[in-house]
């Protein structure tokens, strides 16, 4: 059974960093890619970063770009996002996701397993 | 970049009612174009990829159609348990841009 697990939300003054962590089980991670997506609360879904299984392929929102850094350690089977100079509009529960397709090349926005979520407060 | 608009935004319906959503692409996108269910608390569920592909333990009650720019999805007869907020999304490019979102309501 396909098993996310995210970590590493809290509260942090604008301007600060956090590091999510998630942690991957039930399949061999290294051959999916990976993909965070946030929802801003009572709001909609958006795709932040993503990552080929390979990590040859990334992906980064023109909302994130430059501030966040996406990266997984595939003998870990953990998918990492570095957020650094957090705003309050990074607020949001941050969900990790896969596609069930085995390639680890590639990278498509498609999910069909996720997370439960970490939230990420960003506020003074 | 690809713009998906849903409408409507909010739908009240009645239980065994047909109910359909519509989303539409600022561009082509290949039809891969997937639609997601959402209820409050919980994370998103895929229900539909490729314009029209149940996921399995999909009920068949759930149909998605259309191609080009504008797409549908339909429920057949809406259960109790379909009260929920519905995404659009195209996986074309690797924005994989959803929609606003359609919250649908017990009327």
């Known amino acids: 059974e396909v098993q996310l697990l995210e970590s590493g939300g809290g509260l942090v003054q604008p301007g600060g960093s956090l590091r999510l962590s998630c942690a991957a089980s039930g399949f061999t991670f290294s051959n999916y890619a990976m993909t965070w997506v946030r929802q801003a609360p009572g709001k909609g879904l958006e795709c932040v970063s993503g990552i080929s299984g390979s990590s040859g392929v990334t992906y980064y929102a023109d909302s994130v770009k430059g501030r966040f850094t996406i990266s997984r350690d595939n003998s870990k089977n953990t998918l990492y996002l570095q957020m650094n100079s957090l705003r309050a509009e990074d607020t949001a529960i941050y969900y990790c996701a896969k596609r069930d397709y085995s390639n680890p090349s590639t990278y498509a926005p498609l999910f069909e397993s996720w997370g439960q979520g970490t939230l990420v407060t960003v506020s003074s | 970049d690809i713009q998906m608009t849903q409408s409507p935004s909010t739908l009240s319906a009645s239980v065994g009612d047909r109910v359909t959503i519509t989303c539409r692409a600022s561009q082509s996108i290949n039809n891969w174009l997937a639609w997601y269910q959402q209820k409050p608390g919980e994370v998103p569920r895929l229900l539909i990829h490729?314009?029209?592909i149940l996921q399995g333990g999909v009920p068949s009650r759930f149909s998605g159609s259309g191609s080009g720019t504008e797409f549908t999805l339909t429920i057949s007869s809406l259960q109790p348990d379909d009260f929920a907020t519905y995404y659009c999304?195209?996986?074309?490019?690797?924005?994989?841009?959803f929609g606003q979102g359609t919250k649908v309501e017990i009327k």
């Open positions: 999304q195209q996986y074309n490019v690797y924005s994989g841009t």
């Open positions: 490729k314009v029209s």
